[in-house]
């Protein structure tokens, strides 16, 4: 698993050859699209979906070269799982008549795992968090606003209010924000202990109780092994209870974030084997 920035790197800006693709779209705009990126020796591909906790995201699917009849060929080069930090790579939109040489569905089947509805409270936060990376104010604004509407004291949401109206210039507004910021109670940031007791209470068999702490943890903590970590407890105790549906939700939970070494996805597979 690799972030964009990184993967971008390795992308040749003379691969763009003459084919239907039009590299002029902003991965920022292209959320439940296909999308293709230019490397050394043809095209990279993959689906952006949105991860209401981890951000915007890129499931890279493979790579493929252009015959000259404009036939796609596909080749498995393993999946790769990228988050989207702010960059000025533009991507092109994989026509529709060509997922069938992909080997691609328009909507992939495991996006219903991630997928909300727009006023889901924490997609709105999370796109109002990404497009104020993206330096993209006033759609930010939108966004917070929409925030604001459901939950005032939502984590982090003056944090977002004050960077959104000092890059607008709004320095009075944004002084504003940062001097409420420090009145209202700090929400809990001790995540290494939270990844503990949720440990003790899984093996108390307090499944509730810990998914809870979990939950609470996917708005606050922005350690991705952290929240790998305490997923992982979680599934590991519903293997050994033997449930397969709460393992398999669970499973799916380790595997949607981004950690080193990748060290869970192999354990969780044999885990799921033997069920």
């Known amino acids: 698993m690799i972030r964009l920035v990184v993967f971008l790197t390795f992308c040749a800006l003379s691969a763009y050859a003459q084919t239907e693709l039009k590299f002029n779209q902003k991965i ?6 296909w999308i293709a ?29 252009i015959a000259e009849n404009n036939r796609y060929v596909p080749a498995d080069t393993g999946k790769k799982l990228i988050r989207i930090l702010l960059n000025i790579e533009k991507a092109a939109l994989i026509p529709n008549e060509k997922f069938a040489e992909l080997h691609i569905h328009e909507v992939p089947a495991w996006l219903a795992f991630y997928r909300t509805t727009n006023r889901n409270i924490d997609r709105l936060y999370r796109m109002g968090y990404i497009y104020n990376r993206w330096n993209e104010q006033e759609k930010a604004l939108d966004y917070l ?11 982090g949401l003056d944090g977002e209010y004050e960077l959104a109206y000092r890059r607008l210039e709004n320095f009075d507004e944004s002084e504003r924000y940062f001097y409420r910021r420090l009145r209202i109670t700090p929400h809990n940031t001790d995540w290494n202990k939270s990844k503990q007791e949720i440990f003790f209470l899984t093996q108390a068999n307090e499944m509730i109780k810990a998914e809870s702490i979990y939950t609470q943890a996917l708005r606050s903590c922005s350690d991705e092994m952290l ?3 305490m997923a992982y407890n979680i599934a590991f105790q519903y293997y050994k209870l033997k449930d397969k549906i709460k393992f398999k939700h669970w499973q799916n939970e380790v ?3 981004v950690i080193p070494e990748d060290i869970y996805t192999e354990k969780m597979e044999m885990m799921a084997a033997k069920l």
């Open 227 to 229: 929240k790998a970590e």
């Open 28 to 33: 920022i705009d292209c959320e439940d699209r």
């Open 145 to 155: 606003n929409a925030v604001k509407k459901i939950d005032r004291r939502y984590p």
């Open 37 to 65: 990126l230019p490397t050394e020796n043809g095209y990279a591909y993959g689906f952006v979906y949105l991860d209401n906790s981890a951000g915007l995201t890129l499931l890279l699917n493979g790579s493929f070269t």
């Open 255 to 257: 595997n949607r974030w």
